[in-house]
């Protein structure tokens, strides 16, 4: 019989894209939520309510699961401080195996401060004395559209950089084969990225007429979303996920997509035409 396997983020985009592959191949799951009702419904699948940083339910709800899928928490002052809890609780219920969803080009330094957050919560891991596995995934192809805004222009200062963009289809495929065979993936760090590198301009392009790139100076990117009064640190995400690009921080295709999937990473275009 298959191992189990705990998934955590099953009511979102990519957690879910992981359990529904799970679910397909008859691995038996236990999907840990904040809000059972917004699970997906999934054949040998059971649902517990285990927030991050509810010690108690989480070690109670992963006792007995010898792997587990962490897919990272919603972005917070404290989102280390929920991973590191989650992470403790996870070795304290007897998880042999955790499998995190971590970010391209984590580093205590990096220009996307939230990959920051990355690495700090890499270096937990580590320390907790679990196996594990990383997979960092690139940006998310699929939410391309979404930095336009409504007049069609995507505004950022990205200069004339690029990143190699993943499809959340294909980062699910990964996660699936790493979590059907964990032991061969032991200790590996997997960087999961599209097949080419994209500047904003191509983006813009390839989502159609209307639609524009304008570089904006970092000045400018902070002054234009000022009027959403978010607060520093969060727009200093916002911002800096296109100095990312503008640095080549997020550039660099690699080969881990087809290594771990048998099929090739898919192209921005055929995301962006899915999704249309």
Known sequence: MPQPVAITGAT?????????????????????????????????????????????AVVAALTGVPT?????????????????????????????????????????????????DH?????????????????????????MPALAGPDGVIRGPAGTGSAAMVAQDDIADAAAAVLTSPAAHAGRTYNLTGPDDVSLADVAALLGPGFTYHPETVEEAYHSRAIYNAPSWQLDAWVSTYTAIADGSLAGPTTDIATLTGHPPTPLKEVLNRAA
């Open 12 to 56: 979102g985009q990519l957690g879910g894209r992981v359990a529904r592959r799970l679910a397909a191949a008859d691995i038996p799951q236990t999907l840990l939520v904040r809000d059972p009702s917004r699970a997906p419904q999934l054949p040998g699948c059971t649902v517990l309510p285990a927030a991050f940083t509810d010690h108690d």
């Open 68 to 116: 587990a899928l962490m897919v990272s928490a919603s972005e917070t002052p404290d989102r280390v401080a929920q991973h590191q809890a989650f992470i403790d609780a996870a070795a304290a219920a007897g998880v042999q195996h955790l499998v995190y969803i971590s970010f391209f080009g984590a580093a205590p330094d990096a220009t996307f401060t939230l990959a920051r």
């Open 119 to 143: 690495w700090a919560t890499e270096q937990h891991i580590r320390a907790s004395g679990m196996r594990f596995t990383f997979l960092r995934d690139n940006l998310y192809a699929d939410f």
